[in-house]
């Protein structure tokens, strides 16, 4: 039986809302301030490109736990933190010969996911924390080295995270890719989120260009070129 949730493919053939637009940008935006972190991270030249896309980062994660408990029903923790056991009975439906059913298909986050997510956010703050560290102190010291350990570490979950998206995709026959894109999945109309919360998606897009902007620009203080 399905639960409120969950469903199986066939039950519905139309496409409902399921991400909100500023879930959606808060996801596209990180993705281009780590990539952008990542390429910005050697040189002394593109320094205050990589700190200024470093706090933009972490004021989306920031800005992400907000919505974690005030966002629309998919967005919330309430629907994708469940027990660490949930998350391994899902993941050991992947076994090969696993004696449990296929992993159900979730219209949020599965409860692996759930946790790679707060692992995610997690690990964002940590690298932006020791980064903010390092800075100060001046490396190359300890806070240098633990600001690798964490970037590093995060640039392996992220890996692990888009193959985890692929494959799960794979084997529901969706692209969760695009879903993340449009907002949109298979669902019953019932599952649906009623607005996409466009108001809210323009503001978070406007307030994190603006603080790139002021960064760069030298118009907050913390960061000189
Ligand atoms: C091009 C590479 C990426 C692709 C294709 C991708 C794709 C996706 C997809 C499809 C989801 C929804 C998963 C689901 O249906 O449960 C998702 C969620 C998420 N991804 Fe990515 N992702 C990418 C890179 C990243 C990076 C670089 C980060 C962080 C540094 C990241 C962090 C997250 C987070 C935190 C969520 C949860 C979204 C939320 O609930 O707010 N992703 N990603
Ligand atoms: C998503 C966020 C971030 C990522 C993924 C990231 C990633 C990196 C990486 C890969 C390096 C090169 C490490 C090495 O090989 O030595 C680096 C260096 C550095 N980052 Fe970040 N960073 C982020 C945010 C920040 C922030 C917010 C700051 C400061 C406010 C910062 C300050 C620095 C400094 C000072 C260095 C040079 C450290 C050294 O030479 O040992 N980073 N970062």
């Known amino acids: 039986m399905s639960t409120p949730d969950t469903l199986p493919e066939q039950v519905a053939s139309a496409e409902q809302k399921i991400w909100d637009l500023p879930t959606r940008v808060f996801h596209w935006m990180l993705v281009l301030c780590f990539a952008g972190a990542w390429l910005t991270a050697e040189s002394e030249r593109t320094q205050l490109l990589h700190l200024t896309l470093g706090y933009c980062a972490g004021a989306l994660v920031l800005w992400r736990v907000v919505w974690g408990v005030a966002g629309s029903r998919y967005a919330l923790f309430s629907d994708f933190v469940r ?22 298909r979730y219209l949020g986050h599965n409860p692996a996911g759930g946790w790679a997510v707060l692992g995610l956010l997690a690990l964002i703050a940590a690298a932006v924390a020791s980064g903010w560290w390092a800075y100060q102190s001046g490396a190359p010291d300890m806070a240098g ?9 995060l640039l392996i979950l992220v890996a692990l995270h888009v ?9 529901h026959g969706e692209n969760l890719v695009r879903a993340m894109w449009a907002g949109r999945k298979r669902a019953l109309p019932e599952q649906g989120i009623r607005s996409s919360q466009v108001g809210m998606g323009l503001l978070l897009f406007a307030a994190v260009t603006w603080l790139g902007w002021a960064l760069y620009a030298g118009r907050l203080p913390g960061l000189t070129s």
Request: hydrophobic share 50%; proline share 8%.
């Open 163 to 171: 193959i985890a998206v692929i494959a799960t995709g794979y084997i």
């Open 145 to 153: 080295e633990m600001h690798e350990v964490l970037s590093h570490a």
């Open 83 to 104: 027990s660490p056991a949930a998350a391994l009975r899902y993941l050991r439906g992947y076994l090969p010969r696993s004696t449990l059913a296929a992993p159900r």
